[in-house]
C-alpha cells in the first residue's frame, strides 16, 4: 500500500530538499519583528541571524493538532497511508500535537494507517534521520517496517554542538546569568548533545571556539558507527568558515565522504543564536 512521509520544518532541510525527497513538512513559525514567519529561505535566515546578533527578539510557536491535519487528511483522502516523523517531544508539543490528530484523522478515516515516531531529534539531527528513512523507503521497506527501523534507529542518530554565546542558552533557562557571564568572560564554549529523551545536556567545556570544534570531531571518532557515515550533515547559526573547518576536520579524521552544510532553522536558531554549530551523524549510541 502506497505510503508518504510526513515531517515538520524543525528539520532544517533546504527549501529544494522536501521536493528532492518527496516530503510534506508541517510548518513551525517565528515571530520576529511583529511579523509571523513559517517558510525560511537562506536570505531570510541571514537576515534573522543578523537581527539576533543586534539584540532583536524572536518568539517560536509549535505546530498545534490543526497544522497537522491540514497536512496529513489530504493525503489520507488521496488512498495513501502515513508516517508522520516529528520533532523531539523534549523541546517541543509538536510531536504531542501529531499525536492528537493523527488520532482524530484514524477515527475519520478508518481504512487508513496513521504512525507517529518522535525522532527525540531536531534540526538537521532531525533532518539525517529523516533523509535516513526516505532511502529506506526508496529501499521498497513497508510502512511498518520503516516505522520500526526508524525506532530503532534514532537513538543512534548523535547530536554533538557548541554554542559561541552562553547568553542564548541563559535566556533559554539552559545554564545560569553566572555560569554565562564567567563562561563568556573566561572565553568558555560549552559542548553539548541530545541524549535519548530528546533534551539538550551540557557534556563538557572547551577553552576558545577551535578546541570546542575539535571537540565534536572527538566525539564522531568516539561514537561513529564504522561504514554508516559516509554522509553526516552540519549545522551553523551564520557562521560558515567554522562549518567549513569543520567538514575539513570530519572528512580527514572520520573517513566521510558527503556533508551536508546548512543553516541551524529559525525555530533552532532563535533559542541557540549565532554561532550554533553541530555536526550529526550515526553513532553506536547517542
Known amino acids: 500500500m502506497s505510503y508518504r512521509i510526513v515531517t515538520d520544518t524543525s528539520c532544517d532541510f533546504p527549501q529544494e530538499m522536501y521536493a528532492q525527497l518527496g516530503l510534506t513538512a508541517v510548518p513551525l513559525s517565528v515571530n520576529y519583528k511583529n511579523e509571523t514567519h513559517t517558510h525560511y529561505t537562506e536570505s531570510w535566515l541571514k537576515e534573522l541571524y543578523a537581527g539576533l546578533r543586534a539584540g532583536e527578539p524572536a518568539t517560536t510557536s509549535a505546530a498545534n493538532p490543526q497544522d497537522w491535519e491540514s497536512i496529513i487528511r489530504p493525503i489520507l483522502e488521496a488512498g495513501e497511508d502515513v508516517l508522520v516523523l516529528a520533532f523531539s517531544s523534549g523541546l517541543s508539543t509538536t510531536y504531542q500535537s501529531a499525536v492528537i490528530a493523527a488520532g482524530e484523522l484514524a477515527e475519520a478515516f478508518p481504512q487508513r494507517k496513521i504512525y507517529v515516531v518522535d525522532t527525540r531529534s531536531a534540526s538537521l539531527g532531525q533532518g539525517l534521520l ?3 528513512a526516505c532511502k529506506q523507503k526508496e529501499k521498497g521497506l513497508s510502512l511498518e517496517e520503516l516505522r520500526d527501523w526508524c525506532e530503532e534507529n534514532k537513538f543512534h542518530l548523535c547530536h554533538w554542538f557548541t554554542v559561541d554565546d552562553l547568553m542564548y ?3 533559554g533557562g ?3 546569568a ?3 557571564l ?5 572565553q568558555i564554549k560549552p559542548v553539548l548533545h ?3 529523551e530528546g533534551h539538550l545536556i551540557s557534556v563538557s567545556k572547551a577553552r576558545g571556539r577551535k578546541a570546542s570544534i575539535d571537540a565534536l570531531v ?3 571518532q568516539e561514537l561513529a558507527l564504522p561504514g554508516e557515515n559516509d554522509t553526516v550533515f552540519i549545522c551553523h547559526g551564520d557562521c560558515m568558515e567554522d562549518a567549513r573547518y569543520l567538514e575539513a576536520q570530519v572528512k580527514e579524521k572520520c573517513g566521510v565522504k558527503d556533508v551536508l552544510i546548512y543553516y541551524t532553522g529559525a525555530v533552532i536558531g532563535s533559542h541557540s543564536g549565532p554561532g550554533t554549530l553541530a555536526l550529526f551523524f550515526l553513532g553506536q549510541h547517542r
Open 194 to 196: 541530545m541524549d535519548d
Open 130 to 132: 529523516v533523509y535516513y
Open 178 to 180: 553566572a555560569t554565562a
Open 169 to 171: 542558552l541563559k535566556r
Open 174 to 176: 539552559r545554564i545560569s
Open 218 to 220: 572527538k566525539k564522531m
Open 182 to 186: 564567567l563562561g563568556t568572560m573566561m
